[in-house]
Every structure is written in C-alpha cells, then in structure tokens.
C-alpha cells in the first residue's frame, strides 16, 4: 500500500524500544515533510553512531578515546568512584550537578535467571581499579533500589570490605515532592528507618 | 559529558515529535548495543526515505511512480472515491479492511487560523478530478471528526453539490467498545441523533 521506503523506515522504527508500529507509521510521515538535509543529518547520525566511541579503559563510559571525558578531567576529584549500572545513570546524576567525582559503569546489575553474574559485570575491574589507583577515597554504590540493584550493591561491598576504603550506599527515602499516601509501603518503611535527628 | 556521535544522535531523535530529551537518550543507549548492521540499516533507511517517494498523481498518496500502488490496482474500484486528510488515515482505512475504492488525500484540514485556506489543500485537484473521471459514482468525505475536519467536508460538498455525483459523509456515534458513561457529551448528542431503527 505504502512505497517500500516508507514501509521500510516504519519497520526499523518499530523495532525500536516503546515505539510501536502506529507511533512508527507518525514519525516516518513526520520525517516525510521534512526538508531533505535534515533526514540526511538524522541518518547520517544513525550511521556515525558508533564510528567514534568506544569504552573508557578506566570506568567503562561511553568514551572518543582511551579514557572518557570525565576521566580526562582535571577539574574531577579522582578519588571519588561513584559505581553506577549504566551510563544513562551517569547522565542522570551528572545533571544532579552533586557528584563531582569518577564513575564506573558496570553495565547492567547482577539478575541470575537472565544469566548475569559477576562476570558479565565490570566488577573485578572495579576492584582491580580500587586497588590499583593511588589513594582512593570513597567508592559510592549508586545501582538501582530494585532488588537486583541492591543485590549487586551488596556483592561489591563485600568485595570490597576489608581494604582501608570507605563505601557507601546512596540514601533511600521518600522522593521529593513525593505525597506520603502514594508511596509504596517498602519506600515508607525505608523512610522511617532511614530517619534522621533534624 | 558523552561522545560527540552520541550527543548528537540524542538531539536529533529529541526533535521527532512525542520524543523528549530522556526517550531520545534511552533510544540512543538501546541503539548503541544493536550490531553494525542494525545501525546501518536504520540509518540507510532514514537516508532513503525520500529517494525513490513521490505524491501520486490522482490521489496524492506516496507513490513510487506517477500513480500510488492503489490507483494503479484494477482490483480497486475506481468510482468510489474516499477523500481523507491525510495519508494515516488511508493506512487506518486499508486496516479495516471495509472499502475497496480509491482515495483523495487532501494533506491536512481547512485551519483559518493557521493559515490553511483551501488553495492549500489538493481540494480544487480533487473537483477536476471528479469532473475529469468518467462515471465516477460517490465521494465519501471521511476527513476528521473535529470542528476543522467539519468545516473541510461541509466546505467540499458545497463545492460538489449540483453534480450528479452522490457525496456521502462517515457517520459519528458512539466507537465501539465505548462505555456511554466515558464518552463527551457531543459524540452522545450525534449518537441519539443519528441513531437507526433496528
């Protein structure tokens, strides 16, 4: 019904994560009415995706070269290695504008029944990396509050116990502007045990 | 804080419609662990799209050739013609599977307020082609259900009155599976008066 480009297009959008096929059908008509540069620019960018990038040696971030950005950065305090599950988290509190340390990434977070373990995780390279790096200060493990999250967070601190660093785990609690009535009971009884003398 | 190709592939999904800054990084990310040649094919196909696309021209579909696929089918009868906004709602049609004639797509709604008179819309194309087609037998005016899809049927009956051609409008009521209690007040208003003896 459809020329085959379009119908193409719809088929390699649909394939994307959240978009389904009606939603694919409406970005390829909107791409449709625009100017030709802007689809090669589109297109171009899809191609040149991973022309460029690779990971960083040291925290496993989306990186141009050997080390990533923030690596590089003099302006970062080294001794800080924040552990995250991926690099969408080192995005997310990098926006916080709180965290002016180092990440590491470790690309996912330990589930069993989908085969991920330790291995499949950066994790001996986190250790490697404490032990190797002069004078670390503090590893602070921000995976997720999920139980896989907190799982994972757990193996690393025992991994790590024992050496003269300190770790930490980010704070859980109430979100802000969150109403208490809509929270989950397990978020509230973190809350309350959680509490601090104000 | 990322690598320049990913930034930018995250700025240019963030302009599609429906997808803010936050979609467009976990696109990006998702993107990023699809294989070389999933990339290459996406990419290829946002180059394409609009290589080998054209407006038919009879109906104003996309078209690989002077006629869309539909207007050069014998299988389709020609003197029925569907006049739609735009070309979702040929695809919406197609899906249900209850007409078998040609389609008029006008590419948008009569908007005063937007600027959009008649000259913008293939309206006086489809007059010559309705004047021009031997024994065409019916135009159905399937254009929206808004105030401007309104305005856009009532005006092209005017235009088509006086002709011995039938001019017929789709029928607004209640959608089916619809709960009476959910539906606006107008949609029950045009349900009670369009209603049918059973």
Redesign the interface.
Known sequence: ??????E??IS?LS?????GRK?A????????RQP?F????????????????TLCQRCFN???SDL???CQSAKRNHRLICVVE???D??AI?NSNEFNGLYHVLHGHLSPLDGVGPDELKIAELIARVEAEHDPEEVILATGTSMEGEATATYIADKLAGGNIKVSRISQGMPIGGDLDYADSLTLRRALSGRREV
């Open positions: 019904m459809l020329p085959e480009a379009i193409e297009l390699q394939k994307l994560p959240t978009i939603s059908q409406r970005l390829t008509l909107h791409l449709l030709e802007e689809l090669n620019e589109f297109g171009n960018a899809v191609l040149n995706l991973k022309k460029n990038v989306f990186a141009e990533c950005n923030l991926d690099v969408l080192v995005i990098e």
